[in-house]
């Protein structure tokens, strides 16, 4: 038998551990925790973890099963244990309460069944046409990662930079600065929206986020009604009181009527510990089916999805197919924007990510920056690569080890050396060496693979060549070009990337001997 | 001066510049330290066919002891080249046992402080670590200094500058006594080779503004301003090709020299030769011996050689 008080407890625990984690994650610029610590906190994020089974059969893909048999069994616990959107809802919450006189009462409230199935089928149907950038705008995972990135993130480093430069003034170099090469306003647009909407239910009402909009709320809550245990009031202990009802921030107890819908229920067990009276049980116990909303719901959502499924269908057709067929207007003439090493192709990138940003935070050279149309209005805040902000270090693999989804995969070190995610194009017209006739060479010092070389060019100068079978399209050289306001050089992104060829390895050259005199 | 002119300027400039050195003009920010040694016994002390460490030792000695720069209480800033996140067997950074024993002599000389820093092209925390030279100054007991970070750059005037009017230097440079340069000598795309003077642009913020107007002359009138009060250059290995980043270990040749100086330029002359050019080859050079900066006719230069 469970002691009531314990399982809050025990819930508090838990989600401030992974409150904690999950935002640690977000922030962590040196990588101060092993790839198994992120990871098994990741696992558990159910859409990541889904869109990830798509792709490769890794443990992470377990996550689900985990989380599916963690709701048959409990209920919803998923919201209240892991979830670090929900998580931080209680904490705005809590926030809250401090600012009023009384501690907010909750009351029971009536489900919005027509609009969180139609939200969850829109997000379903977006997903599988192709458009999961839909599910991204609501995935508690993707809101919270966006708001860490774009909100907390900044603030963070600006306090680190802040102490650093404190203590470089008494000659102490303890604390590294972090740079900050660019923001995002669009995704700082997006940061707002959503957490307005989130700060405001959740201050005025508890839970509604998860019970009216966010789509894993709305699955999760589908199984619930079929879990195991399940959270009822007795009807011969319970004397109506309402005291569990002002506490459920889910706002699914109805004490005049003794029921408790499990369908929104987020599993907190603040009930169990309000109930003075042992009313509240959470035990098991059939599902109990003389209740008549229980049906009308299920016939709503029947109902909505057949059109939705229909509404949104038709939507995917009519936002453009493939962005940047035809070369563009713009002066670097790219035909395709450049996705992140290990993402496999335009078309796989575009539809696994749900732009939560972690591979934004983690990117130490910050040339991963949240796109706005590059990849059409599907990939609206999908990370791209962007030289002009940064470039790809030779030797980092991070965003693949990062990506929950699998919209980027891992690469060895050898895979990434030679995994070309765009080719050089280089445009003599406007390279300084030509039109001023001076040396410049500032792509090809930054080349790490030699793709671009600098060859003799009338007579005294050296003009840039480059090698796009043996460029990985790392950014270096567009990145380093100083000329404005467009580059002479810069990388055309791989619509399918590619395996680049190794730069020719030369021969070893004869080394002066010993016996040899100076030179001077 | 136009690059098409180079070929024949050179020519002409190898016969006209004598001693005719033009320092008195500026005062440079460490013309107080260099005048310390000016009893100095040779411009150029060369040793080859040792380690970086043991070559050092001898070169320096030979110069006197690193105390003829280096005067107890005063607050040193050495420069490698730490630009690349590559390690040491690749030879785009500096020797980090090197800076090690460099910052070694400086603190038996009394040195109050010893700080190291680069504005590197790749990652800096990368470049750091992976060059070793982190851990080499951090045991030797100096300080690494971030380079990434642009408030830490102050805007200087380069007066009698060409083309390279102002720019923004790192603090670290401000506001230490004595500026030891220690670049490693490397094929450059760009700059043919890279030696002392273009180490120099690793202690500034804007590099592109140099590529964008004619990266010689920038480099040339830089040394205007930053005339480091010795050179040290490590030739041990030799990025022959490929540079300044390198592609293999096969771009880099086991040469076992070290040359120190305080000309600037005739350390750059000199190490030229070693990697395998003529310094009339090499334009910056041209250029900063025409401006006086320092001397590239090593005929003219007295030299100790040294063979370990
Ligand atoms: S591999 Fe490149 S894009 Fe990915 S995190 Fe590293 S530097 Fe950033
Ligand atoms: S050519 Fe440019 S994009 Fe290609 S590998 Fe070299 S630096 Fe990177
Ligand atoms: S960096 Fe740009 S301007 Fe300079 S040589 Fe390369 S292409 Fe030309």
Redesign the pocket.
Known sequence: MFKPHNLKKLRVFVSIVFLLSLSFIFLDTKETFPVWFRESFLFLQLVPSVIQATTVIGWMALGILVVIILTLLFGRIYCSFICPLGILQDVITRIANLFRKKKRRFRFLKARNILRYSLLIVVVAASFSGFIIILGWLDPFSVFGRFMTHAVRPVYIYINNGISSLLFSINNYWLNPIEFRAYSWASAGAVVALMTLVVWMAAAYGRQYCNTVCPVGTFLGLLSKFSLYKIRLDQQLCNSCGLCQQVCKAGCINTKEKSVDMSRCVGCYNCLTACKSNGVLYSIGLPITSDASHNSSRRQFLGSSASLVIATAGLANTIDQPQHENPTTIPEEKNFPVSPPGSKSLDHFVSKCIACHLCVSVCPKQVLQPSLFEYGLKGFLQPRMDYHTSFCNFDCTLCGEACPTGAILPLTLEQKHVEQIGKVV?IRRN???RTDLTD?????EHCPTKAVIMVPWRKVLLI?EVKPEICIGCGA?EY????KPF???YVDGNKVHQIADKPEVLEQLAAPKPEDDFPF | MKRRDFLQKTAAATLVAGTAFKFGSFSSLWAMEASAVNDKPYDLVAVRNGEPEAMFDKAIESLGGIGKFVKPGRSVVVKPNIGWDVSPERAANTHPGLVKRIIEHCFQAGAKDVFVFDNTCDLWTACYNNSGIETAVKSAGGKMVPGNVEKMYHEVQIPGGEKLKTALVHETILNSDVFINVPILKHHASARVTIAMKNLMGIVWDRRFW?RNDLHQCIADFCLYSKPTLNVVDAYRVLTRNGPRGVSEADVLLTRNLLVSTDIVAIDAAATRVFGSEPDEIPHIVIGHDMGIGNMNLQQLSINRISM
């Open positions: 280089f390279c300084i060496v410049c060479g500032a792509c090809s840039p050289c380093a070009c100083p000329t580059k002479a050089i | 590529h």
